[in-house]
């Protein structure tokens, strides 16, 4: 069984940035595949950004590339979201998830990962 527990969310003004955190339990987190997705008020969660188990492959979505960095430290069984130029569009409920059967692919698809954390809310204003 994995955990997964994101903080770092909050409130913060358009063109600002925050970074998300995800530390996993559990002493295969460097076998796992992570990614992060989205859920915002009144419309399906979507996916964000997906990172492999070694972090040489990142993959994202187009709404966030170029302001969006994924990536990990195996050594601290923590994955990492750096939010740059954040819009208001932006405000979601974020989770990460663990894909711990392929870790050197990454996934898009909500089905693929196992295990989800709870969530940290990310509000950006205008």
């Known amino acids: 069984q994995v955990q997964l527990v994101e903080s770092g969310g909050g409130l913060v003004q358009a063109g600002g940035s925050l970074r998300l955190s995800c530390a996993a339990s559990?002493?295969?987190?460097?076998?796992?595949?992570m990614g992060w997705f989205r859920q915002a008020p009144g419309k399906e969660r979507e996916f964000v950004a997906a990172?492999?188990?070694?972090?040489?492959?990142?993959y994202y979505a187009d709404a966030v590339k170029g302001r969006f960095t994924i990536s990990r430290d195996n050594a601290k069984n923590t994955v990492y979201l750096q939010m740059n130029s954040l819009k208001p569009e932006d405000t979601a409920v974020y989770y990460c998830?663990?894909?711990?059967?392929?870790?050197?692919?990454?996934?898009?698809?909500?089905?693929?990962?196992?295990?989800w954390g709870q969530g940290t809310q990310v509000t950006v204003s205008s």
């Open positions: 559990g002493r295969t987190f460097s076998r796992y595949a």
């Open positions: 990172i492999n188990w070694s972090g040489g492959n990142t």
């Open positions: 998830a663990a894909d711990p059967t392929m870790g050197w692919v990454i996934n898009v698809f909500e089905y693929k990962y196992d295990y």
